[in-house]
């Protein structure tokens, strides 16, 4: 199965009487994850999950523009050791490079000049330069502490929303410098397309919402 749609006509469910070793609440890439290692290693797992589909936050859309493209997560991080890249071998996925500087920027509806993506581009570079230098200082502080301009706040900002999931004042300085440049790779298809594959024969009950009573 390849799409959310798919997935919820094929309509998962799972007879209430069987009994389980382990329930994983999540089928994100780590509950697909834990329920193939699991699953594979004999244990009678069940996977409840929230959503309509698997995946968690990487979704991959392929209707709206009529070519698949991932809403959430993107790209393998660091691909030579990122163990997704090991998966998209599996499934038989084209992974091509990512280039950091091959960007496009769209606001009020128009594209913007290249010299305003050059000067997001090298705003960029500054960041991880300064961000380097703090983190050999050993004096960790806010991401949101590094930039000196317009330009590096924003990209602070949308690199912080878009790739983290925090606000720039929760993200560690350390944390950014280790990430440094690394081998980053597209999968040819969408992540989220390799998600709902891995998650299929997995007993995945959707539309699972998991609530917390104390006691």
Sequence with gaps: ???????????QSLAPSTVYDVAIIGAGAAGIAAARALAGAGARVIVLEARGRPGGRIVTDSQTLGLPFDVGASYIHNAPIN?????AAQQGVTVIPSDRESLALRANSRNEPRSVVNRYVAADQRLMRRSERIARSGNDQPFSAVPRDIYERRFVDLHCATDIAADADRVSVLDIASAGATDDRFPIGGFGTMMMRAATGLPVNGGAKVGHAAA
Excluded at 1 to 11: D, I, K, L, T
Aim: hydrophobic share 50%; charged share 5%; no cysteine.
């Design 1 to 11: 199965m390849s799409s959310p749609r798919a997935w919820a006509q094929a309509g």
């Design 83 to 87: 163990p997704i890249t090991a998966l």
